[in-house]
C-alpha cells in the first residue's frame, strides 16, 4: 500500500498570503489529522477530520482551517500568513474511529516558509 | 489538558538498553499510549502502542505501571541508526492529542 502523501514538499510564501496543503491517506483510512513542527513549540496537533466531519480541533486561531473530502483526502488552508506560520506541517492517517487509539501514519510533511 | 514531560536528550553506546519515561497526567481514561521516532525530514513512524501493563514487538517494550501516569519505552541493544528523536503521544480527556516535545537519543559507537 502507498503511504500517507503530501503536497507540496516545500513552500515559500509572504506574509499575509494564504495557503493550502494537501494530504492524501493510506488507502481505507477514514481519520486524517493535523499537526504543526516547530523547533521551539514542537508537534502540536490541528485538527481531526473523519467521514468529511472536523471531530476534534487543537488550540490554533481561525486562520488555521481544515476539510476533508469524500475520497478521504484532506486540505488544510493557513489565511493571512504570519512570520510564525513557518513550520513544518505534517498529515496523519488512521483507519477510522477514535485517532488516541488508532495507530497512526504520517506523511513526510510540507515546509512551509512564511517570508 | 493533558501535559507530557520527556528528557530533551539521551546519549548512548551501540549494543547499550535505552529507557526513555514520558510522564502524562489527565491522560484520558480509554486512551492509548503510543510511542513514534522521527529522522530529520521525515514524518514521525510507529514503534509501539499499550493501554497497560507491558507491550512487546520485535523492535521495543512499553512498560505502562498501573496509575498510567508514565511509560517507558525501553530499546533494546541500541545501534547507529536508532539515533533519532522519540515522542509519546497521549491523548486528554477533552480527545486532543498530545505529544511530548521529544528526546533527542544521541548513540555513539
Known amino acids: 500500500k502507498a503511504g500517507v502523501t503530501q503536497t507540496p514538499r516545500y513552500l515559500i510564501k509572504t506574509r499575509g498570503q494564504q495557503v493550502t496543503l494537501s494530504c492524501s491517506p493510506i488507502s481505507g483510512h477514514r481519520s486524517v489529522s493535523w499537526y504543526q513542527q516547530t523547533p521551539g513549540q514542537g508537534l502540536q496537533f490541528l485538527f481531526e477530520y473523519f467521514s468529511e466531519t472536523q471531530r476534534n480541533k487543537g488550540n490554533f486561531p481561525g486562520r488555521f482551517s481544515g476539510r476533508q473530502f469524500s475520497n478521504s483526502r484532506s486540505e488544510m488552508n493557513v489565511s493571512t500568513l504570519e512570520l510564525g506560520d513557518s513550520a513544518l506541517y505534517l498529515c496523519a492517517s488512521s483507519l477510522e474511529g477514535q485517532a488516541v487509539t488508532d495507530t497512526q501514519y504520517f506523511g513526510p510533511g510540507t515546509r512551509l516558509t512564511v517570508l | 489538558l493533558a501535559k507530557t514531560t520527556q528528557p530533551i536528550s539521551m546519549d548512548s553506546y551501540e549494543g547499550q538498553e535505552v529507557n526513555i519515561t514520558c510522564s502524562h497526567n489527565?491522560?484520558?481514561?480509554?486512551?492509548?499510549i503510543t510511542w513514534y521516532q522521527q529522522f530529520p525530514s521525515q514524518g514521525p513512524r510507529f514503534i509501539i502502542q499499550g493501554y497497560k501493563t507491558k507491550v512487546t514487538n520485535e523492535v521495543a517494550s512499553l512498560f505502562i505501571p498501573a496509575d498510567r501516569k508514565s511509560s517507558t519505552l525501553s530499546l533494546p541493544r541500541v545501534s547507529l541508526s536508532d539515533t533519532a528523536v522519540y515522542y509519546c503521544?497521549?491523548?486528554?480527556?477533552?480527545?486532543?492529542?498530545?505529544f511530548g516535545q521529544g528526546t533527542e537519543l544521541s548513540v555513539k559507537p
Open positions: 503521544l497521549v491523548g486528554d480527556e477533552g480527545g486532543k492529542l498530545i
Open positions: 489527565n491522560i484520558a481514561t480509554n486512551d492509548y
